[in-house]
């Protein structure tokens, strides 16, 4: 809001805070414009982070980053005495520096965290496979391990897992045009999270994802905003989709994730608990149920697959 008018985003945006996080209901029209001093007197320290990228999805969510829009975290960051590397990214969208702007969030998301540690584990055999997957040729030793998967007992993850593509008409790693191995772990958030494949609830398993990191979470919601608001592509995989966010639904899923005990984003490996019954994994990692019984199956009846 620059202009004393909130953008249905943005309105959307503070509402669901207010809901899921603040647990309050104040009438935003009632309430008076703070400062960053004021900010800065009110909020202790160990909140201002949340505070401040508060501020940076509320100038991205309607996706119209302006220079005037990015003067306010500006000012807030600055009385706030905050240095976030998240402020810096932002600049290079507002400048219009697109391919820093991906770089930068495909480097610190789950995305650039999970391949660094994948090539670190596999070393120049490990890159070797990413280079041909990346390439579309098939790597038959590495798609038969994933079709073993199918062997497995119903209602393990590793059958649900291969359920889960088949059902989607997708591909596993291995043959031509499936995933990454690196990120083998987002299909299976989407199986022990009960996310569906369309683009609104791609949004919500990222904002989920997001809520499970450790390191830079802020990141993980940038990715988000960028593939799913901003129409601008960071995964190699899918193409960008715009105007994608539900804020109720984005921050419902964060909140969700932020509940689960272990970060399964980045050093998780799925083949460690592929043999593992899921409801006995969403137990162990406290992935608790998604409020709205029914809404993937609605989204998916509205919305086409979209595959990242």
Partial sequence: ?????????????????????LGTAFDLDDLDPITPSEL??????????????????????????????????DAYGATLGIQSPALKTVHRLVTEQL??????????????????????????????????????????????????????????????YTDYIRANAFSLPGEIGGPLEPIVFHDCLHVL?????????????????????EQQPMFGMFFMLAQFQLGIQVTPVAGAE?????????????????????????????????DRPILELRRAYNIVPRDSAGTEKKCNEAHPPAHD
């Fill in 40 to 73: 800065a007197a009110g909020t202790p320290k160990a909140l201002r982070d949340q505070f401040f990228h508060g501020c940076l999805i509320a100038a991205l969510i309607d996706s119209d980053a302006s220079d005037a829009e990015i003067m306010v975290p």
């Fill in 99 to 160: 391919f820093l702007f991906r770089l930068e969030v495909a480097r610190r998301s789950f995305l650039g965290q999970r391949v660094k540690s994948f090539a670190h584990q596999r070393g120049l055999r490990g890159v070797s496979d990413l280079v041909r997957n990346l390439l579309h040729k098939p790597n038959q030793a590495v798609a038969d391990r994933y079709r073993s998967l199918e062997r497995y007992a119903a209602g393990t993850l590793g059958r649900g």
């Fill in 242 to 274: 715009s105007m994608q966010v539900d804020p109720n639904l984005m921050i419902e899923a964060l909140v969700r994730g932020t509940r689960v005990n272990r970060d399964l984003t980045t050093d998780w490996d799925p083949w460690s608990d592929f």
């Fill in 1 to 21: 809001m620059t202009e004393g008018e909130f953008h249905a985003l943005e309105r959307g945006l503070m509402e669901a805070a207010q809901r899921h996080i």
């Fill in 193 to 213: 999270a009960e996310y569906g494949t369309s683009a609104l609830e791609e949004t919500q398993i990222a904002s989920f994802q997001a809520g499970l990191m």
